[in-house]
């Protein structure tokens, strides 16, 4: 069974760069032919996919975020990570990783708090 | 604002059945698979149905998807207290090349 936990800094300054950490246990993250995914949700509010990196390594961003988004594997740590620069209040939220296509998004890390604020 | 429409809210009475609806585009809908998702308060999202119609081992069927043309349906029978939640429909995005949710509905068993 899959397992996916994320992990990084809860809270993070204006401006500052979002740095999170998708580690994967129960299986390889280079060794299916998956899609591992960041998505987030505002409090109170809907998902909002962020972008997906292919066991292949090739990646895909939301139009929304691309010139800020930067998704990357580390197969020697089974983990994959997220970089979102020039974070304004408007990227807090509790942000999951998940493994899947968009149409079958079957494993789902618990999901982090990220607040931005100084 | 969503790329893909649902009611903001649905109810029905505990045994009842209750459909959540799921609109797009030819652009996403019309052209990809669509999932279905429950989040329960303070919890990760779960699959409920993927590739339209199909269910992940362990969801019952009182879970169903349908889909026609630009739109997708879930339905939800026999309801119970616990299938309180959010649902979320979600698909790939053929023009923004992107994937995509809906903006969720919040089902509550009267």
């Known amino acids: 069974q899959v397992q996916l936990q994320e992990s990084g800094p809860g809270l993070v300054k204006p401006s500052q760069t979002l740095s999170l950490t998708c580690t994967v246990s129960?299986?390889?993250?280079?060794?299916?032919?998956?899609?591992w995914n960041w998505i987030r949700q505002p409090a109170g509010k809907g998902l909002e996919w962020i972008g997906r990196?292919?066991?292949?390594?090739?990646?895909i961003y939301n139009p929304s975020l691309k010139s800020r988004v930067t998704i990357s594997l580390d197969t020697s740590k089974n983990q994959f990570s997220l970089n979102l620069s020039s974070v304004t209040a408007a990227d807090t939220a509790v942000y999951y990783c998940?493994?899947?296509?968009?149409?079958?998004?079957?494993?789902w890390g618990q999901g982090t708090l990220v607040t931005v604020a100084s | 604002q969503s790329v893909l429409t649902q009611p903001p809210s649905v109810s029905a009475a505990p045994g009842q059945k209750v459909t959540i609806s799921c609109s797009g585009s030819s652009s996403n809908i019309g052209n990809n698979y669509v999932s279905w998702y429950q989040q329960l308060p303070g919890t990760a999202p779960k699959l409920l149905i993927y590739?339209?119609?199909k269910r992940p081992s362990g969801i019952p069927d009182r879970f169903s998807g349908s889909k026609s043309g630009t739109s997708a349906t879930l339905g939800i029978t026999g309801l119970q207290t616990g299938d309180e939640a959010d649902y979320y429909c979600?698909?790939?995005?053929?023009?923004?090349?992107?994937?995509?949710f809906g903006g969720g509905t919040k089902l509550t068993v009267l």
């Open positions: 979600g698909t790939w995005d053929s023009s923004l090349s992107a994937g995509i």
């Open positions: 998940a493994r899947g296509p968009v149409s079958q998004i079957g494993f």
């Open positions: 990196i292919h066991t292949s390594g090739s990646t």
């Open positions: 590739e339209n119609i």
């Open positions: 129960g299986g390889s993250i280079s060794g299916a032919n998956s899609y």
